[in-house]
């Protein structure tokens, strides 16, 4: 059941990924119950990926960079990627989760920190 919800909010989170004709840089990663340990703080920025918000597909004339964190069942949950400027960060995280951190800038990589 974690792990569904878990799954779902990654699946909005790209969602809800956007591009815009400002491009922006931004490091692309997350981390499931801490499984992914390079994408935790501190951000490891030499293995995780680096993607220009304009490859990714999905048009929006506004977007952000971010790094969203929730808890969940006592696991932390970590996903730095996209987002549309006009989403809220209460709505990115799932239902049943604590919005631990979410950080919403747009300069390119803002969201290693």
Same mark, same amino acid.
């Given at each position: ?20 004709? &400002? ?17 935790? &703080? ?55 989760s ?12 803002c969201?290693?920190?």
């Open positions: 059941m974690v792990h569904t919800r878990i799954f779902l909010f990654l699946a909005a989170s790209i969602a809800l990924v956007a591009t815009s004709v &400002d491009s922006l840089e931004r490091y692309s990663c997350y981390s499931i119950s801490n499984t992914n340990k390079e994408c935790l &703080d501190p951000l490891n920025k030499e293995k995780v990926p680096t993607v220009n918000c304009n490859d990714i597909g999905i048009s929006n004339t506004d977007h952000v960079c971010a790094k969203i964190v929730v808890k969940m069942n006592g696991n932390l949950s970590v996903v730095r990627s996209c987002f549309s400027a006009d989403v809220p960060c209460a709505d990115i995280a799932p239902s049943g604590t919005l631990v951190e979410c950080k919403m800038c747009k300069t390119d990589f969201n290693g920190q």
